[in-house]
C-alpha cells in the first residue's frame, strides 16, 4: 500500500511559479510509476505529467510541455511538480498518483492506470 501526501498548492499570479511535492509511505518508490493530475469542477481528471519507474522518461500534457517539469527524489520518496509560467487555466486540484512500473517499458496517462491516489493540492493561478 502507497500513502501519498500533497503539498505547495496556494494562490499565485499569471506568469508565476509553483512547485508541487508528493511525499510517500509505505513502499518505497523506485519501483513505482508516477503521475500528476488535475480537475477543476464539472470536468474529468486530466493528465498532466507522468515519469517512468527508473526515472529514464517523463511525458508532458501538450497543454503544460515546457513549462512543467516532474522529477522523482527516489532517498526522499517524494515526486515533484515544477510549474512555470503559469496560466489561468492551469487552476484546478493537483493529484499525485502511482501505480507498479517496474521493468514496464511503457507510458500511463489514463486515471484508471493508477492505483495510489493523494487527496490533492488546489492551484489557483490569478490573471
Known amino acids: 500500500q502507497v500513502q501519498l501526501v500533497e503539498s505547495g498548492g496556494g494562490l499565485v499570479q499569471a506568469g508565476g511559479s509553483l512547485r508541487l511535492s508528493c511525499a510517500a509511505s509505505?513502499?518505497?518508490?523506485?519501483?513505482?510509476?508516477m503521475g500528476w493530475f488535475r480537475q477543476t469542477p464539472g470536468k474529468e481528471r486530466e493528465f498532466v505529467a507522468t515519469?517512468?519507474?527508473?526515472?529514464?522518461?517523463?511525458y508532458y500534457s501538450d497543454s503544460v510541455k515546457g513549462r512543467f517539469t516532474i522529477s522523482k527524489d527516489n532517498a526522499k520518496n517524494t515526486v515533484y511538480l515544477q510549474m512555470n509560467s503559469l496560466k489561468p487555466e492551469d487552476t484546478g486540484v493537483y493529484y499525485c498518483?502511482?501505480?507498479?512500473?517496474?521493468?514496464?517499458?511503457?507510458?500511463?496517462?489514463?486515471?484508471?492506470?493508477?492505483?495510489?491516489w493523494g487527496q490533492g493540492t488546489q492551484v489557483t493561478v490569478s490573471s
Open positions: 498518483a502511482a501505480r507498479w512500473g517496474k521493468y514496464d517499458s511503457s507510458w500511463y496517462r489514463n486515471s484508471g492506470d493508477y492505483n495510489y
Open positions: 515519469i517512468t519507474w527508473n526515472r529514464f522518461s517523463t
Open positions: 509505505g513502499r518505497t518508490l523506485s519501483s513505482y510509476d
